[in-house]
């Protein structure tokens, strides 16, 4: 396989209207085919390994044995014609020795069928094994992966390579190899075999196979291709739909159906037009296929017929001749086939490569020790951060925060409070400066020591799919049930728990649409306090809730705050007022300080916030 024939790059051509649709979610993730490479190849079937040596010699063995039995029946069956039926030395038939070849054939094609069903088993074997191993490396390295690196890729494009790339390698690891290998060892079993019987047909024959082997790769190709651009399509489509009914609320709420819709309707009419395409060129070049198939039939025929009046042939070789030659063609079409798969497994490949070579920028220093239990003294020593080279979103952040207090950050939007506690997560890590908790270095603990003791309860509380007991045990798996409900009880949860359906056991979907903000942050509370986390980061919510729910959500807090450090990002009045140290934040510095009273008293940028939080009330 040469590698310029497979430059074959195929930027289909949806890829380039990307720049004028970019509502797409789903990007396409760029080329489908990528050139052959035999370090890429090699890696990928290192994931055969493991299974080589105990499984492989079983497919092997039965490929021969299905290979050998498959080839010898065209060879009796010329054996039937000319020493049964009409045999060439002028002897009489004999119905006995035709019923023993016959008999002989049965025998083979049983053999044939279970060699094929053991050697089927066991490739599948192979190929879903090594393809779940490859989906649990990939998916266990994203999981390590940080945040920077997927602030850099639409989530979307990490999950079309965990499941269509390595969907796209499926078949490739199940059949391809396998198939590969048979019809390699077909190829050359039968072209051994008709040089044997007769060597001038052999070459007549054998002549039309590069013409042959262009058609099935060009022709085939080019249908094939068509159908992987409806295929493509259809996934637009489907990554609309999955876009359109996730962000429904937003559609109706600016009653831009209309709108949605014309944009619909514009994919759904490219995908038509594109299945049409592909019918077109199915139905033009499908039957030429089939005719190039006949030529070669032809030939055989006329000049086989020849060499039968030269008497160089007789009747039952020249059908088993045709017979061969029937089983010819079918391996090398596979195998232009299969060459077309290997290009798409490249691109495939390379792609999860790419995402497995992705060092985590965020790992644990080489001899990093586990933090002991966290204190909770926390100290930012001129701390700067970029989350982009050049632009600091934190500009030299001085701060001592000692155990068990509990910090607001407030500022306008963009001013660096989420940053502040992405850095103290060690989501990401500081660009400059020292970030210090029981005067450890964070860079110097172990992710997991660090993380294991901070509990986080994001605005945008996630809710995962399961009961409330499950979502609530999320914070410490371990957690008995009593726990669990005690955990509620603490921070005013178990009462709304109890007035739902099924109580504890009320299954709550992804995005928790059942319950309101309050209750979801009430859960999350809940979450947080089960896992009785050292320190705690709090987003606020920002929706305004009802006073009733607020003050449940106060109490709830005294008792989650109690004997911790916290931060929280707080936009509710009753929430600041009540911290020990109030962080004014101003893109990326920190302007004020102090307690609610001291910084009214300042009347700074605090005093503006507060006085603008009223007027709006
Ligand atoms: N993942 C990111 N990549 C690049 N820049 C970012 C990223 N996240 C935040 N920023 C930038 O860093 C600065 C600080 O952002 P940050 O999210 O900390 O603000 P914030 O005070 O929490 O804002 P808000 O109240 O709106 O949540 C902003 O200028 C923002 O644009």
Sequence with gaps: MSNDAAVEKQNIPGVKEKKTQERFVYQDDEVIEKPFNWGQFSR???????????????????????????????????????????????????????????????????????????????????????????????????????????????????????????????????????????????????????????????????????????????????????????????????????????????????????????????????????????????????????????????????????????????????????????????????????????????????????????????????????????????????????????RQALKGIDLDVQAGQSIALVGHTGSGKSTIINLLSRFYDVTEGKLTIDGYNIRDITIRSLRSQIGIVLQDTFIFSGTIRDNIRFGRLNATDKEVEAAAKAVNAHEFIMKLPGGYETEVEERGNVLSMGQRQLLSFARALLADPRILILDEATASIDTETELKIQDALKVLLEGRTSFMVAHRLSTIRNADNIIVLDHGEIKEQGNHEQLIQKQGIYNGLIEAQFRFL
Excluded at 128 to 145: A, E, M, N, T
Excluded at 262 to 291: C, H, V, Y
Excluded at 322 to 335: E, K, M, S, T
């Design 44 to 390: 990928l079937f290192s994931y055969m390994k493991p299974y080589a040596k105990q499984l492989l010699p079983i497919v092997i063995v039965m490929m021969v044995l299905g290979t050998i039995t498959k080839l010898t029946v065209p060879y009796l069956t010329s054996l039937a014609i000319d020493r049964a039926i009409a045999p060439t030395d002028g002897s009489s038939p004999s119905l006995t020795l035709l019923y023993w070849i016959a008999g002989g054939i049965l025998l083979l094609y049983i053999i044939q069928w279970v060699a094929a069903t053991i050697r089927i088993k066991y490739t599948n074997i192979i190929g879903q094994r090594v393809i779940y191993d490859l989906r649990s490396d990939l998916f266990k390295h994203i999981q390590k992966l940080s945040f920077s690196f997927f602030d850099k890729r639409p989530a979307g494009s990490v999950m079309v390579r965990i499941t269509n790339d390595i969907n796209s390698l499926q078949d490739l690891f199940t059949n391809g190899v396998v198939n590969l290998l048979i019809d390699c060892v077909q190829l050359v079993g039968i072209i051994v075999i008709l040089m044997f019987i007769n060597w001038k047909l052999g070459l007549a024959v054998v002549l039309t196979v590069p013409l042959m082997f262009f058609i099935s790769t060009k022709l085939r190709v080019k249908i094939r291709r068509a159908w992987q651009d409806v295929r493509m399509k259809n996934s637009r489509i489907n990554s609309h739909l999955n876009e359109s009914i996730q962000g429904i609320r937003v559609t109706q709420a600016y009653t831009q159906e209309e709108e949605n819709m014309k944009f619909f309707d514009q994919m759904n009419m490219t995908s038509r037009k594109s299945w049409n395409r592909a019918s077109t060129m199915n139905q033009a070049f499908g039957p030429l296929i089939e005719i190039t198939g006949g030529v070669g039939s032809l030939i055989l025929f006329w000049f086989g017929a020849y060499l039968i009046q030269e008497g160089e042939l007789t009747i039952g070789l020249l059908v088993a001749f045709a017979n061969y030659v029937g089983n010819f063609w079918d391996p090398i079409n596979r195998l232009g086939q299969m060459y077309n798969q290997l290009l798409v497994a490249m691109a495939s490949s390379e792609r999860i490569f790419e995402f497995m070579d992705e060092e985590p920028g965020i790992a644990d220093k080489p001899g990093a020790k586990p933090i002991p239990t966290i204190q909770g003294n926390i100290k930012f020593e001129n701390v700067i951060f970029e989350y982009e080279k050049g």
